[in-house]
Each structure stands twice: as C-alpha cells, then as structure tokens.
C-alpha cells in the first residue's frame, strides 16, 4: 500500500500529454495517447513528438494511435498532417468521420469498436488505403462507389456488423485484397463481388445465414484460410467445412464427378434425469410398438440407436440420466441437434426446487453449450397423473423455462449496461461484444408434449410433432445436406463390415490402413483413397457414426467403426453406483494387478471422500468389467501395461476427463493475506464439467500439481497457485491464489502463472458458447468489499500501465503489480517456459526462438 503516488506515473503521463506536458508517453512505434482521459483534441505545438518512423513489420512513415480516448470526432490536428500513413482510432465513441479525406496519404485505417452506423463515404479519397477496419461497429449498408476508388485495399474487416449484403464495386480490388473478414452478420449468401476477388487468401465468414457455398469460390480463389462455423449450411455440410478447406475441395471434386444426392438426418438427443423415461420413448419410436424397461434395464452412459421414417433419418443419442454420467456428455453434445427433454411428471412438484433438479439444470447447461439450439420437452408418466394436474404441470414447466429465458435476457442487459455505464468502458469493449453475442442466441424451446409411455398413440402422436418440427425450416434451417455418392458408399459399407464381422461387433475398433484395403477391395471402391477416405471419416464422425480422434496420436490409426466399447469403458469409470463396481471387483482380478483387498478399501475410501481414481483402480475395474463383457483381448490395447499407458488414459486425457492426484491442502498450507488473489466470475454459472477439465488442462502444462474435488494446486519454478472453485448460485467464480513475491523482480513469472490459467479457461470458454467470464481482483484492504475489474485482455494490449490503483470504497492505494499485470506479459518469463511440457516448449520455440509469448500459448492451445 502507497500513500503517495509517485511522479509521472502512467496515468499521469497520458493526461500530461493530452495537456501539452513534454514529458509525454510514446513508444517506439508512434503515437499512443491509450489513457483515460476524455479528449477530444490534441495540441497542435506537439504534432513532432507524436509521430515517428515506424520499425515494425509494416512499413508505415507515420504512425498515429489514438485509441480509447473516448474521442465523438477526429481530433483537428490530426486532419491537417496529411503524412500520416497510418491512424488507429479504435475503441473511440465515434459515429462519423468528417474531415477524413484530408489525410490524402493514408494507408492503414482502424476504426474497429466505435459507433459507426452509416459507411464514412470521405473512405473514398483516401487512394492509397491499403488496411481497413471497420469491424464490431453498427453498419447496415455500404454504398456502391467507395472501393471502386481503393485499388490497393488488401486487408479488410466488416465483421461484427449488421450487413446482408456488400457493394458489387468491391470487385475492383480483385487484384490487391487478399484478406477479407465478414463474420458475424447476416449474410444469407456469398455475395458475388466475393467470387471475383482473385488474389484472396483469407475469408472469415462465422456466424451469418449461409445455407450454401459456391463451388466456384474454391475451384478459382487461392484460398489458404477459410472459417464458416455457425452458418446452417446445406451444401456443403457443417461437418464437411469443418474439416477445412482440403476437405471442402474434395466434397465439391466428388460433386463434379457424381450427381449429389440429399441426405435427410437429424441427430437426436434424449436427455433428462433418471428413469424419467427417456429409453422407454426412445425404443418404442424406433420398433413402433410399446416397449417396457425395467429399472435394472436403465441407460449406463449413452446408448446409439437409428430410426427412420419418412425419408428422415433420426440418430437417437439417449444419455443417462444420473448426474454422474454428465462429464463424458459434453464429448457428445453438439449444436443442429433436436434435444427431446423428458420430464417425469409424476416426480415433479410444482416448487423452484423440484424445477431445477428435473429441467432447469438441463435447459441451463444447454444454453451454455449449445445455445441457439432447439428443444422439445415430453412429460412422461402422465398416467398416474390426473389431467388438470397435467395440465398444471404443463404450465408451470413452460412458465418457469420462460422465467428462466427471460431472465437470462435480464441478466445480459445487467451486465451490458455495467460495461455502458462505466466510466472507463472503453477498457472493456471485447467483453461488451461477446455479451452482445450472447444476447442474440437463445434456445428454441418448442411447445412440451405430454406423454403416457405406455399408450402406443401418445407415442405416434410424438412421432407426428418430432416430424413437423424437423420439416419446419425456419426451426431446422439444415436438415436436408447435400452428399456426393461415394459419402453414402462408404457409409453403408462400413455398416456392412460391423454386421458380418462378429469379432468386429465386440469391440468396433478397425485399424485405419485395414480398413482402407476392406473397402477398396472387397466393396469395390477402387477409386477411394487413402486422402479422401480420411475425408469421408472425418464426416461420418462428427454426425457421429462412427469415432476416429486422429487429433489423438496415439489412436490416429485407429478407427472406431461403432462406439460401443467406447461407452462400455467411459460407463465404467464414470457412473452411477461406482463405490459398487470398486467394491465388487474380484480378488484374481486384484491379485493380477498386484493391487490388494487393502487397496480396493483406499480407492473406495478416495473415492468417496476425493471423488477421485488412481490409475491402478481404472485398471482393475476396467480388466473386471471387459472380462465379464467377452473383451479380454481388448483390455491390453485399450488400457495399456502398468508401465505404459494404452488408448484409453490417452483419450481420457485429451478430453480433460482423467488425471491423478494427491493432498491438497497440506502442500498449500492455509490462504495468507498477503496473497496475490484473483477470481473469475462466470455468467450464469460454472457449468458442470467446466472446472474438471481446467484442472486436467492446467496439469497438462505443470507436471508438479496436486487435485482434490473441486481445487487443484500447481508448481512452477517452486511457485505455488491455489485455483479453487465456487459455484453458489449468482456468485459463481474460480478463485486463483499466488504467494507474494518476496522481491519485485518475481511479479514477473507470478503473473505469467496466472495468465497461463486464464489463457487456458478462455480457451474452453469457446467450447460455452453460452457462457461470459470477468476477471475480478478483491481489495487488500481487509474487510473492503470492493474488486477491481480487469479490462479486456487481448494478446496485443496491457491489462494496464498504472503504476499504482486506488480503492473506490476505501480510498486505498495500491501498486497495480500487487492486483493485476502492470503491463500484459508478452515475453514470458525463461523459468516459465522450461516448466512447460515439451509439446507446449516447441510452439514457443518454434514461433519465437528462446522466447515465447503468451499470445502464442492463446492461440496454439487446443481442448
């Protein structure tokens, strides 16, 4: 804590500049007025100092950066130096730009995250424009006549706008734009004038309307990036881009050698708490009659069947209902699915409680995964219920899932109007977008359907809604996919082999190169290769007919023609009623792994008290389970020898299910008040799952650590880091706790530590969709109830220059390296990077010799 803040601290840097004090804050690229100040004009006595000869990668003369100033217009005396050639006004309050076209020799414009809703026709003149960005503004419409004067435009970004469509002069700078970004507007097609531009490179498209790609884009563009998710894409499939563009172009080389054939199928997931009847619906559509399961016949992780009817093809995914199973659901539960959520209405009551349990926790954890997806609720046992009490029922289940969609919508605005209101909101733009995001997706929640599992037409009348739902485009917008011929072939032969091999049946594993040789050979498809068969693969698995992780080296080669084994192996480390299957474990299968009846005791006991397993316990209930399903010869490639690991723990790992543990507590040795302290508030909630999967992943990068059920402690270079979850309903966070450096000099590779883990939660984040974070520093000040909020932390900008930061409530000051990074690290710390793994050392290594930064690790970490 500082009574005084010392002279020319960052602050005061920047507003001494904006005053014409000489002693001004400038880096080596320019100008950089970034500071707090509310300016809306600069003295014209210091227009020398501000610019300078550029020494970075673009070759700009004069380099201007007037960013977050919150500026309404373009200072005058900037519009009267015409030798800038590069001006960066983003994160301003700009809504025009009058004046512009003064600045004749301009070559790079950035006017990214203002408030510009009309296109700044003045753009024209500026002749020599070689980068626009105009991206996260409001702009509807560009006029025709503007780039037909911007023949050297080769960079530009409109993304994060409101347009549907772009001018066709954009054609004119088919021979210079080589990086063009449209995401996140609504676009229901490629616009034409795209189609021209021969030079392009890169072409971002995220999040529009498109329902079709051209095939001329990829047969005549020199495409070497290319994004579309989020679009409902017909032709061709989601999945088929997904797997870039080398697979988009064999689709549509496929397509030009065959006549394509449409493909009507709709991945549908039955979820919902246990023995609500989910097996039971899910059997009788598919065998059209009454099918009656008992409680001992109840779904153990996830059963995979397929119903067809009226030319649709329904892959039924239902999942177990028990809160156990739901870590490994989220390796199954995608978007452009019809989740059918079923309700037992005879343990419903109608109470806050009761909702939450039976469909609240479902229809949240949706909306953070999934979000934009569509949702059919079915009240079951509606037999032992009278028909006002359904009726009642009904009501309050679609009432209370409304409460919760508008609140949801409540909570948004909340949280934007936080960020509008604060008075240096221009720190947060990036949050305020992805919010703005968030805003705009919600779920398709479809009128709930009762049901009396035991009346075969109630069961046709379900039948009949699921059809007139998937048919209704404007619910499932890409229901009809367009394939070439030889998709369908190597699907239905793959299908072949499973049913004639009786062997294969068991286990459904295939070695990648084997399967090659069975196809080409035996179905007569010579013209497969190996290339377009690893296309074909890619497809089938993310419909989710078959599993192939060729991410995973070690199962690359393997290829999982049906998941069964899978689901038997996850249903056996991760269920209901596990303490059981421990305990049952025999004493051969014990003695065969070396392990005693005293070590079954302490898995039980860490189980039940650490929710944990040690790999040895995997093992035994692994061997004990596949022997008594007939799988004896799987066990050893599947699990591995005690020395090795197999398949299995590889795949385990990879998807941040499985890692080992010890001690928490006594290794960290109680909270110090001295404490570097952080949290991450999560919005609505931590979903389930989440904080698991940062523990496996945060473990991945520091091999010393220590896991209990809901906190995790690492070291690094003898550094300790506490991350700890809460999830209390409206304060909800993951809680980040350092050691104080005894010297200055260690705030360095502390805050390089937290980073790390912040880096990694921000990665998942992209798996939750429906889900926002904020980073919160708590006052030092014992008892002060005030946080300091973190701004945007993107991989080009400091979290702050400050020197020092003043408590609001108590009206403490503190330095800003005991809160937060002084300045973003960038440069990681040498100690820091030989801590990490060598996978991760290499992409260090690789991109900035000895060095790595941060930015790299963002962008290179992959869930």
Not at 22 to 48: E, I, T, Y
Not at 258 to 281: H, P, W
Request: aromatic share 8%; net charge neutral.
């Amino acid at each position: 804590m500082l009574q005084d803040t010392p002279p020319h601290s960052a602050t005061e840097r920047g507003r001494a500049f904006l005053q014409g004090d000489p002693f001004s804050h400038r880096d080596g690229r320019g100008l950089d007025c970034s500071s707090r100040a509310k300016c809306q004009q600069v003295p014209l006595n210091l227009w020398n100092s501000w610019t300078k000869k550029n020494q970075g990668q673009e070759d700009y003369r004069n380099e201007v950066t007037l960013s977050r100033l919150r500026l309404r217009v373009v200072p005058p005396e900037v519009l009267q130096n015409n030798g800038i050639e590069s001006l960066n006004l983003d994160r301003n309050k700009l809504k025009q730009l009058p004046g512009i076209a003064k600045l004749c020799n301009l070559r790079k414009l950035v006017l990214s995250k203002n408030d510009i809703i009309d296109f700044p026709e003045e753009i024209r003149s500026l002749v020599h424009l070689e980068k626009l960005e105009l991206n996260q503004n409001q702009i509807r419409v560009i006029p025709e006549g503007v780039f037909s004067c911007l023949p050297k435009l080769r960079h530009l970004r409109l993304n994060n706008n409101r347009l549907d469509r772009l001018p066709k002069d954009l054609a004119v700078c088919c021979s210079s734009l080589q990086y063009l970004n449209l995401s996140n507007n609504l676009f229901l097609a490629i616009p034409l004038a795209v189609l021209e531009l021969k030079c392009l490179q890169e072409l971002y498209l995220y999040n529009n309307k498109l329902r079709q790609l051209p095939m001329k884009m990829f047969k005549e563009l020199p495409l070497k990036m290319f994004k579309v998710s989020g679009n409902p894409l017909r032709e061709p499939p989601y999945e088929v881009c997904a797997g870039g563009l080398r697979q988009i172009t064999s689709y549509f080389d496929q397509l030009q050698n065959s006549r394509a054939e449409e493909d009507r199928r709709v991945k549908t997931m039955f979820l919902g708490m246990s023995l609500a009847g989910k097996s039971t619906i899910c059997k009788s559509l598919k065998q059209r009659q009454i099918v009656q399961m008992s409680e001992e016949e109840r779904t153990v992780g996830i059963e995979i069947s397929e119903f067809q009817i009226q030319g649709f093809t329904f892959l039924f995914w239902d999942f177990a209902g028990q809160l156990e199973y739901y870590m490994t659901h989220h390796m199954f539960i995608t978007p452009q699915a019809l989740v059918i959520l079923v309700i037992n209405f005879q343990q419903y009551q109608r109470s806050d409680d009761s909702f939450k349990e039976l469909v609240g926790f479902w229809i949240n954890n949706l909306f953070m995964r999934v979000p934009n997806s569509v949702v059919l609720p079915v009240g079951t046992h509606i037999d032992v219920c009278c028909e006002q009490e359904v009726k009642e029922k009904k009501e309050d289940i679609m009432s209370k899932i409304q409460d919760m969609l508008d609140e949801r919508k409540s909570t948004l605005a909340h949280l934007i109007a936080n960020l509008e209101d604060n008075e240096e909101s221009e720190f947060f733009v990036d949050q305020w977008n992805r919010l703005k995001e968030m805003e705009q997706c919600t779920l398709t929640v479809l009128d709930l359907v009762p049901v009396n599992c035991m009346d075969y037409e109630d069961i046709r009348t379900l039948e009949g809604t699921i059809l007139k739902h998937v048919k209704n485009e404007a619910v499932f917008p890409n229901v009809i996919q367009v394939l070439p011929p030889i998709y369908k072939q190597v699907e239905a032969a793959i299908v072949n082999i499973v049913q004639k091999n009786e062997e294969l049946a068991e286990h459904g594993m295939m070695d990648l190169s084997l399967l090659h040789r069975e196809l080409s050979c035996q179905f007569h498809l010579t013209h497969l290769d190996v290339e377009l068969l690893r296309d074909i693969l890619r497809y089938l698995h993310r419909i989710g007919l078959i599993v192939w992780y060729e991410e995973v080296k070690q199962l690359e080669s393997t290829v999982f023609l049906c998941p069964d084994i899978l689901i038997t192996i996850f249903k056996t480390l991760v269920r209901y009623g596990l303490t059981q299957q421990l305990e049952s474990i025999a004493v051969d299968i014990l003695i065969a792994e070396h392990a005693t009846i005293r070590d079954r005791a302490n898995w039980v006991w860490a189980f039940k008290s650490k929710a944990m397993l040690c790999q040895k316990a995997m093992r035994a209930l692994l061997k004990h389970q596949l022997y008594l399903d007939g799988m004896r010869d799987v066990f050893e490639e599947m699990v591995g020898s005690r020395s090795q690991k197999g398949k299995l723990f590889s795949l385990l790992e990879h998807f941040e299910i499985c890692l080992e543990s010890e001690e928490v507590s006594k290794m960290w040795g109680g909270d110090h008040k001295e404490d570097l302290h952080i949290r991450v508030y999560f919005s609505p909630e931590i979903p389930e799952g989440f904080f698991k999967r940062l523990m496996v992943k945060a473990c991945s990068f520091f091999s010393t650590h220590w896991v209990a059920k809901a906190i995790c402690l690492l070291i690094c270079s003898g550094k300790p880091l506490l991350i700890k979850a809460n999830n209390q309903k409206g304060y909800s966070y993951i809680e980040l706790r350092c050691r104080k450096p005894a010297e200055r000099a260690g705030f360095q590779l502390v805050w390089d530590f937290v980073m790390t883990i912040i880096s990694i939660s921000n990665k998942l984040l992209e798996e939750w969709p429906g889900l926002h974070l904020c980073v919160k520093t708590p006052c030092r000040t014992a008892g002060c109830p005030a946080e300091f909020v973190w701004p945007d932390v993107d991989d080009k900008s400091t979290v702050t220059k400050e020197e020092i930061k003043t408590c609001g409530t108590c009206a403490f000051r503190f330095e800003t390296e005991l809160l937060l990074p002084k300045e973003y690290p960038g440069q990681m710390t040498r100690a820091m990077q030989e801590k990490l793994p060598a996978r991760f050392s290499e992409i260090f290594r690789d991109t900035f010799g000895p060095c790595g930064t941060l930015e790299t690790l963002h962008s290179k970490l992959t869930v």
